[in-house]
């Protein structure tokens, strides 16, 4: 099973400013990764795919990058309305997929 | 605009059954897989259960032998057999449309709770 690392477990930023979550795999996943964002009470929303497509309707504050094991998602200038969790998927061995522990984004 | 409405969760006791439907429109429901993720009280993400367009089904093996995925297209319908239930099978449980190995749309979840 593919394991994915999610760095830091909480995340504190004003808003305006940049927020970068990380995410690694055991192994490589390619770039057969997504991010998904929880707000509270709410059902996941896809947000990037294959590691740095964005998903329809998704502001362009939100990017993806990397490939392999090492994969960030940027918030560009956060937003009150960003505060969830962030959850990063692998879909390398579909659809055995796995999710990330998440990472929670704190405003400031 | 899709739409996924799941429904069957409630109280159950160890040990006991449930069966869980997903509701889709908005989309041609049989071109899709379609996907069950569930999530522990204050937990994250897990995937459950997962059937093909054609029929396929495939399970983790934590439910494996207990659950049972099936979908209706003439009803547009996902179906999630639940027997054996655990306490550790309480969770939240999302049906999600599957594109290209995502789970690009969600249902807004049913809570299924197992105790005594």
């Known amino acids: 099973e593919i394991v994915l690392t999610q760095s830091p477990a909480t995340l504190s930023v004003s808003p305006g400013e940049r927020a970068t979550l990380s995410c690694r795999a055991s192994?490589?996943?390619?770039?057969?990764l997504a991010w998904y964002q929880q707000k509270p009470g709410q059902a996941p929303r896809l947000l990037i795919y294959?590691?740095?497509n964005r998903a329809t309707g998704i502001p362009a504050r939100f990017s993806g990058s990397g490939s392999g094991t090492d994969f960030t998602l940027t918030i560009s200038s956060l937003e009150p309305e960003d505060l969830a969790v962030y959850y990063c998927q692998q879909r390398t061995k579909w659809p055995q997929v796995t999710f990330g522990p998440g990472t929670k984004v704190d405003i400031k | 605009e899709v739409q996924l409405l799941e429904s069957g969760g409630g109280l159950v006791q160890p040990g006991g059954s449930l069966r869980l439907s997903c509701a889709a429109s908005g989309f041609t429901f049989s071109s899709y897989a379609m996907t069950w993720v569930r999530q522990a009280p204050g937990e994250g993400l897990e995937w459950v259960s997962a059937i093909g367009t054609g029929g396929d089904t495939h399970y983790a093996d934590s439910v494996k032998g207990r659950f049972t995925i099936s979908r209706d297209n003439s009803k547009n319908s996902l179906y999630l057999q639940m027997n054996s239930l655990r306490a550790e099978d309480t969770a939240v449980y999302y049906c999600?449309?599957?594109?290209?190995?995502?789970?690009?749309?969600w249902g807004q979840g049913t809570l299924v709770t197992v105790s005594s």
């Open positions: 294959d590691a740095s």
């Open positions: 192994q490589s996943v390619s770039s057969y």
């Open positions: 999600a449309k599957d594109i290209h190995g995502y789970s690009a749309y």
